[in-house]
C-alpha cells in the first residue's frame, strides 16, 4: 500500500487588504521554501480554497465585508486540516480566545517581527504535518481491516458492508453504494447501500456506459464531479437524491479474473458530512480502498468457489457410501439366496420326516403321559418354525420372472390396508390414507408388492405396542437431473423408532430385533428383493420414541421399462 505524503512545497494563502503585508509576508515565505499565493479580502481567499488545498492561512482579524474570524470559520468547512494564523493591528483578549476556540493555531500582533513570524509558520506547518499523518494512519489502517474481513466472515454483503463503511468512514460521507457488475446481462445493480432507500435499492438496473456509474465501469476511471450543476459531461438531477452536488465514482478493477482489468463494480460516495466537495486527496484514499477491496471481493470469489467444491465433493462421497452399502447388501442377499436354492428342498424332506414322525410317536403314547406329550407337541413347533424359515428362504430366491402387468398404486395399498385394519384395530392404531396421486399406474407384479407392503405395514403396527398413528402417503415425485419421474410411497409410524447403530443393518438377513422364535429376520431382506426387482429403491428414516419412515420410490408406468426378474 504507497504511503500517502504531503506536497513537498507546502501552499500558503496570505489574506491581508493592505499590499504591504501581503508582499512583505509573501517574500519571507517564498525564500524560506513555501509556496505562496494572496487575496485582499475574505471573499476570495474563501474562493481560492474552495478550488485549491493550502496548508496555513495567514489572515488579517479586521477586513473589509468579510473579517478574519469569519474567514476562519467558513474555511475550516472546506478544509478541515489548514492551519491558520491571524495577525491584527486591534488585539483584544476577547478576539482572541474566540479565534483559538474556533481553530487558528497562534494569533500575532501587529508590528510583528519577521523571525517571529518565520518561527510560528515553520511550528504551525509541523503540528498539521503530525495531525495529518495521525489521520492517514487511522484511515491506512481503515483499509488493511478490509483485507481481514475473509477470516473473520464469509458473507458477501458482510464483505461489501465492510468496504463501504470504510469508505464513508474515509471521506466523512452519509450516503453511498457498492454496484456489482452481472457478466450475463452486463448490468450494475446495488448489493448494498448506506442512506438510500430500499426502493432505489432493488429497482437500480444501469447498463455499462449509462450514467455515471455506467461510464465509470466501462472505462475503467475514477469521476470526481465537484459540481454537477456545472459539470456538461453528465446530465442528471441530483436533487430529490443528493444533499450536496458532489460526489465520487470509483471502478473495482480486478487484477486477477479474465480478461485482466475487468470491472467487477463501482463505489459510489456522496454527501459529505461537512457539506463541501470532496478532494482529490480524498480521491486518492478512495483508489487505495479500491484496490483491498477488489482483493478481499476476489478472495471471497475463490473461497465462496472451494465450499461450493468441497460440498460436491461430499454429496459425491455421500453417494458413493450409499451406493457401496446397497452393492454390500445386493452381494449379501446373492449369496443368501445362493444357498437357500441348493439346500432348501435338502432340508426341508428331513424335516418332513421328522414331522411325520412327531404325529406317529404322539399317537403311541399313553394318553395319560402328559409331559411325554407336550415333549413331543413342542418338537413338532420347532420344526414348523424351522419349515417357516425354508419357505422364508424359497420365497427370497425365487428367480422366477415377475408377472407385471399395469396397476395402480393406490388400489395396491388398499387392498393392504384390507388386510391389517383389524390388526391396527385392536392394537389401538389409527390408519391414515394420504393419497396425492394414488391414481398414479405403475408395472408390477401385485402379489409380491402387496406382500412387501403387507410386511411393512405389519411392522409399523408392531412397533406400536401402546397404540399410535400409521401414515400412509402416495404421491408423484417430479424428475429432475438426479431423480426419476417415481410413484412414491410412504409408510410412517410414531412408534418406538430403530437406534441408529443399527438402522444400516435392518435389510441384511436374518437380521432382527424380535425375541427368539418371534421372527425369521428375513422380512425386510424379502421387502428389499421386491422392491430392488422392480426397479426401485427404499429408503429408512428413524428417530427413538418418535417413530420410522420407509420411503419407496417405484418407476411410474410411463418412465419404466417392463419389469422384468433378475
Known sequence: MPEIKLPEKRKVLIVDDEEVIRSLLSRLLKESGYSVEFAEDGKRAFEKIKVDFFNLLITDLKMPRIDGLDVLKEIKKVNPFIEVIIITGYPTIESAVEAIKIGAFDFICKPFDLQEIKETVDRCLEKQKFGINYIELGELTALFEISKAIPEKTSQTFLLERILDSALGIVKAKKGSILLLDEKTQELSIKVAR????????NTRIKLGERIAGR??????TVLVMDTDQDSRFQINCESRYETKSFLSLPLISKYSYPEGSVLGVINITDKISGESFTEREQTLLSILGGEAVAAIENYKLYAKLQDKIGILEHIIKELDETQNLLIQ???????????SGIAHEIRNPLATI???????????????IEEKKSV?????????ANNIIVDLLKFSRTSQLEAHSVKLGKVMDDVVSLIKNRAYMSNVQINKKYKDGDISIEADVNMLQQAFLNLCINAIEAMPKGGQLTLNIYTEQKTEKKENNAVLEVIDTGQGIPEEILLKIFNPFFTTKEPGQGTGLGLSIVHMIIERHKGTINVESRLNSGTKFTVRLPNEKSSNTAGGT
Open 377 to 385: 407337541e413342542m418338537i413338532k413347533q420347532s420344526v414348523v418354525r
Open 330 to 340: 445386493s452381494e449379501k442377499m446373492a449369496a443368501v439366496g445362493q444357498l437357500a
Open 216 to 221: 465509470v465501469a466501462k472505462e475503467g476511471k
Open 195 to 202: 442512506g438510500l432507500n430500499e426502493e432505489l435499492i432493488h
Open 355 to 369: 414331522l411325520m414322525g412327531m404325529d406317529a410317536l404322539s399317537l403311541s403314547l399313553n394318553q395319560n403321559n
